[in-house]
């Protein structure tokens, strides 16, 4: 059974930072791409980041691009999201998720080429 779940959200005031963490677990960890999405209420989940399965290579939207950094550890199955320079329009609940195939970025950016889900953490970013 695959659990990935999400850890570290809050409230934080415009410009402040929060740290996410995903925990993983149930399968092997280190040959899937694994990315970072979010949903704010009344919109679609959008890609945020992702990270291949070395660490090696970022990918990230460009509304997060030198805001955000993505960084997984392999030996304890877990991923980060470091998330400086907060705005509003970063409210949303933030999932992370892991890829479908192994060792493949194909459709990184988009929801339907992860198979596996946390259950999400809320960010909210007051002004």
């Known amino acids: 059974q695959v659990q990935l779940v999400e850890s570290g959200g809050g409230l934080v005031q415009a410009g402040g930072s929060l740290r996410l963490s995903c925990a993983a677990s149930?399968?092997?960890?280190?040959?899937?791409?694994m990315g970072w999405f979010r949903q704010a209420p009344g919109k679609e989940r959008e890609f945020v980041a992702a990270i291949d399965w070395s660490g090696s290579n970022t990918y990230y939207a460009d509304s997060v691009k030198g805001r955000f950094t993505i960084s997984r550890d392999n030996a304890k199955n877990t991923m980060a999201l470091q998330m400086n320079s907060l705005k509003p329009e970063d409210t949303a609940v933030y999932y992370c998720?892991?890829?479908?195939?192994?060792?493949?970025?194909?459709?990184?950016?988009?929801?339907?080429?992860?198979?596996?889900w946390g259950q999400g953490t809320q960010v909210t970013v007051s002004s």
């Open positions: 998720a892991s890829h479908r195939a192994i060792y493949s970025v194909v459709d990184y950016m988009a929801p339907s080429a992860y198979e596996h």
């Open positions: 149930g399968r092997t960890f280190s040959i899937y791409v």
